[in-house]
């Protein structure tokens, strides 16, 4: 490795390790270098990210507005992404009577969406890990994105990625918040962070899926482990 590209890793190294620090995770440090280098991750393309955006914020949409389901899936249908909706997605879309529980799952996808947004230059910059998606940056979301029901086809096929390495930072700084709640988890101890696990959760989900971690493409498939 040469010295230009060491030092930019080390600089990276300890921009993400303050974000930890602030959020009170203090232990977890990135101790081999290469592990940010992201010159041969695979991300999904701007026109399939952009579907999932759409997917996932009509799916978060529906959670509060059950009766419009069918007209999402009819939207789908019509612009032809209802072959991306993954199984669970279409299996809640087109239940009568989802329980509470699954309506509450879904509602969280907006911050899927809101991510998503971040990647492809919808919305300018991402709430911090310690509250929900703030209505500023949901309002910015909404403004850029089509009308639910809109034609997708123009919007889909003019999307650019912001810098990939700030969407792969963003990617590692959840998958070690999700390493620090899952090692609290084994070892039964309790979160001294401000941070929103669920929030965190949702956020790695969907970066994980963008850049096909462990190669998997398919979102009831993305692996979340770390």
Known sequence: MDDLKREALEKRKANLEAQLSSYGIMDYKVNHLPYLDYSNERFQSEYEAGCRMMILFAISYSAENLAERPHIIQWFKDENIWNKVSPNEKAYLTNPHPDEDTIIEFSWRIEGALALGWCLNKVQSLPK???????QEIDELIDNLPLLGDPLTDFLSDLKY???EQIYDENLVNELVTAY????????QKD????DGALSFERHRALNWLRMFMGM???DEV???T
């Not at 709640?181 to 039964?188: E, M, S």
């Not at 001294?192 to 941070?195: D, L």
């Open 192 to 195: 001294t962070t401000n941070i």
């Open 223 to 225: 692996d979340t482990s």
């Open 162 to 164: 912001r810098d990939v």
């Open 129 to 135: 890990l310690n509250s929900e998606g703030s209505d």
């Open 181 to 188: 709640f899952r090692d609290l988890y084994i070892n039964g």
């Open 217 to 219: 493409a398919e979102w």
